[in-house]
T-cell receptor
Framework: NAGVTQTPKFQVLKTGQSMTLQCAQD?????MSWYRQDPGMGLRLIHYSVGAGITDQGEVPNGYNVSRSTTEDFPLRLLSAAPSQTSVYFC?????????????FGSGTQLSVL | GIQVEQSPPDLILQEGANSTLRCNFS?????LQWFHQNPWGQLINLFY???GTKQNGRLSATTVATERYSLLYISSSQTTDSGVYFC?????????FGRGTSLIVHP
């Protein structure tokens, strides 16, 4: 099925632990991105990529790493989790961040850092 | 950075009613998009509308870029319209989102 597959759906970490959120799409989209959503807030861009081997920082990149070795995959790494990173994370892919076409979102990862 | 304000913050309607959601932004932008997040958290983009008017079924949007606002109209609302509506603005690759309008449509 076409779409964005984001895993895991839920994760609990202890402060200082590291983990990787996975994001994969099978639509051959060049543009992929990671957002975080905090309660009562809109989305904030963490990192984005415009193609394999090309990544750049968004609005809130500190504490997160990304890489884009293939067109399909765009993992987000938390290097040393902090309680401030408790949030819901969304991955998205499409033809670009601004588009008349559909921008595909993953179903989200609810992350709690204790 | 750009400030984005959405109003009203909350809206409760009966099925069949019409509504207007507003998005004000503090600076000129090249891009503006409206999103809907359903009660289960799923996000979809509704309109890319940096200027002008677009319609898609019961939804339509108008952006007046020179006056720095955009409006999203929902006509004959249905319970499936419930959720949070966000607008996002920006110049290139980094959008700035508003806090959203939470809409509840009662049957």
């Amino acid at each position: 099925n076409a779409g964005v597959t984001q895993t895991p759906k839920f994760q609990v970490l202890k402060t200082g632990q590291s983990m990787t959120l996975q994001c994969a799409q099978d639509m051959n989209h060049e543009y992929m991105s990671w957002y975080r959503q905090d309660p009562g807030m809109g989305l904030r861009l963490i990192h984005y990529s415009v193609g394999a081997g090309i990544t750049d920082q968004g609005e809130v990149p500190n504490g997160y790493n990304v890489s884009r070795s293939t067109t399909e995959d765009f993992p987000l790494r938390l290097l040393s989790a902090a309680p401030s990173q408790t949030s819901v994370y969304f991955c998205a892919s499409g033809t670009g961040p601004w588009t008349n076409e559909k921008l595909f979102f993953g179903s989200g990862t609810q992350l709690s850092v204790l | 950075g750009i400030q984005v304000e959405q109003s009203p913050p909350d809206l409760i309607l009966q099925e069949g009613a019409n509504s207007t959601l507003r998005c004000n932004f503090s600076d000129s932008v090249n891009n503006l998009q409206w999103f809907h997040q359903n009660p289960w958290g799923q996000l979809i983009n509704l309109f890319y509308i940096p200027s002008g008017t677009k319609q898609n079924g019961r939804l339509s949007a108008t952006t007046v870029a020179t006056e720095r606002y955009s409006l999203l109209y929902i006509s004959s609302s249905q319970t499936t319209d419930s959720g949070v509506y966000f607008c996002a603005v920006g110049g290139s690759y980094i959008p700035t989102f508003g806090r959203g309008t939470s809409l509840i449509v009662h049957p």
